[in-house]
């Protein structure tokens, strides 16, 4: 038997990680084996990936090396972690994946989305997720999460300017709006415990 495979996608602040860990804990009480991990990271290369990607006094990096970094960790990840996983019967719940790098790389860098395609072709084998569950909300009621959480303390990426930030959300939907089969569009304004009910709601139909 192979496990299902959701991840969840949006800018920042939204609410992606506790939407994750609320629906992980849900399945978890259904009985099902859970994985929660997240991109970038979630095995120790990817993490270290991560570090090289995000950190204020890393490098930096180009538009394409940045890519690439991404298109790395998620290989490793979806090799040593996510790919056994499934395979175990294990349901993985993922915080970002693909549709970020497609998001960010591309809608909001430039880059074309066949090329970020082609870096999953070859580091991935192009996995794509059972369900792609993706979290939209007012970019006001965002920022004004992010200033919250992180008090100013944004990573290389998350602080850039509003118009990435808003080329970013702009790609979110125009994914998602080209292959509805493959993502649930979920308004994430609200409480968390009304957000998770929405996610469940749409998330209902993979489960056994
Ligand atoms: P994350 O720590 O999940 O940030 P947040 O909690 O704000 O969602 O992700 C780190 C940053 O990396 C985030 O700004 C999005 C960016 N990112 C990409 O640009 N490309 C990618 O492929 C992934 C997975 C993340």
């Known amino acids: 038997m192979t496990g299902r495979f959701i991840v969840f996608e949006g800018g920042e602040g939204v609410g992606k990680s506790t939407q994750s860990r609320l629906l992980a804990e849900a399945l978890c009480a259904r009985g099902l084996d859970i994985v929660t991990t997240r991109e970038p990271g979630g095995t ?6 991560r570090a090289l ?4 006094d890393g490098p930096g990096w180009g538009t394409r090396a940045e890519a690439l970094l991404f298109a790395a960790a998620r290989a490793d990840h979806v090799e ?4 056994p996983a499934l395979a175990r019967g294990a349901w993985v719940v993922c915080d970002r994946y693909l549709d970020s790098s497609r998001a960010y790389q591309g809608g909001g860098s430039g880059l074309d989305d066949s090329d970020i395609l082609t870096l999953h072709r070859i580091g991935s084998a192009g996995l794509l997720p059972d369900c792609t569950v993706l979290l939209t909300l007012d970019p006001a009621e965002a920022a004004r999460r992010v ?6 303390k944004l990573d290389r990426i998350g602080g850039r300017a509003a118009d990435y930030h808003a080329r970013v959300a702009d790609a979110f939907r125009r994914y998602a709006e080209a292959e509805p089969e493959r993502f649930a569009v979920i308004a994430a304004n609200g409480a968390p415990e009304t957000v998770h009910a929405r996610v469940l709601a749409a998330v209902d139909s993979l489960c056994p």
Request: hydrophobic share 40%; no cysteine; net charge negative.
């Open 44 to 49: 120790p290369g990817a993490e270290a990936i």
């Open 53 to 56: 990607l995000l950190d204020k």
């Open 147 to 152: 200033e919250q959480r992180d008090a100013g």
């Open 80 to 83: 040593t972690l996510i790919r």
